[in-house]
Nanobody, 122 residues
Framework: QLVESGGGLVQAGDSLRLSCAAS????????MGWFRQAPGKEREFVAG????????HYADSVKGRFTISRDNAKNTVYLQMNSLKPEDTAVYYC?????????????????WGQGTQVTVSS
């Protein structure tokens, strides 16, 4: 089970940190990703992190502003979002992938959280 938290309403230029807490004892065997979905749009990849946290990758739209990290001792993955823009407004989801690291396809992921709303006003 994945549970996201940390969303909210902020102004452009502000920062937020999202957290995703996982239950179970095998968290470190999953690569993790963050996705987002805005109204009327498809779910899109935001960031991914490998099993141990050494490798990360990002969508071009967030590169340099967002940072993904994980703490396997706490079964938690984070998304630090800086310099937020109105176009970052979306529901943000974390997801776990048993098989591979690096996929940007939602279909590759096996488990999903319920999502947390991020709204950035201009």
């Amino acid at each position: 089970q994945l549970v996201e938290s940390g969303g909210g309403l902020v102004q452009a230029g502000d920062s937020l940190r999202l957290s995703c807490a996982a239950s179970g004892r095998t968290f470190s065997s999953y690569s993790m990703g963050w996705f987002r979905q805005a109204p009327g749009k498809e779910r899109e990849f935001v960031a991914g992190v490998s099993w141990g946290g050494a490798n990360t990758h990002y969508a071009d739209s967030v590169k340099g502003r967002f940072t993904i990290s994980r703490d396997n001792a706490k079964n938690t993955v984070y998304l630090q979002m800086n310099s937020l823009k109105p176009e970052d407004t979306a529901v943000y989801y974390c997801a776990a992938d048993r098989e591979v690291y690096g996929s940007r396809r939602p279909q590759s992921y096996d488990y999903w959280g319920q999502g947390t709303q991020v709204t950035v006003s201009s």
